[in-house]
């Protein structure tokens, strides 16, 4: 079924809209397939008893921030499988 001109211009718009808004995304953020929340989970299992300071997507992998001990500790967690770096 053909569409007529006057819904092919919307269409195209959304379309290209769309498309722009994927483009600017950071690589990492396209793939992540972990959340956030699930990033510093992991990075606390790895610490055990460190405290939550904050998570930044950076690139292909999260940075969460961890207080143990006085000391602050980033963790690296991939953004897509989830393994935990130090």
Do not use: N
Request: glycine share 10%; charged share 15%.
């Amino acid at each position: 079924m053909r569409q007529a001109p006057a819904m092919r211009k919307p269409l195209t718009i959304a379309g290209t809209l769309l498309a722009a808004a994927l483009w600017a995304l950071p690589a990492g953020a396209q793939e992540a397939q972990v959340a956030p929340s699930e990033a510093v989970k992991l990075a606390l299992q790895a610490v055990p008893g460190a405290e939550p300071l904050g998570v930044k997507l950076k690139g292909g992998a999260y940075v969460v921030r961890l207080k143990q001990d006085g000391a602050v500790i980033q963790v690296l967690v991939d953004a897509v499988t989830g393994q935990v770096s130090q």
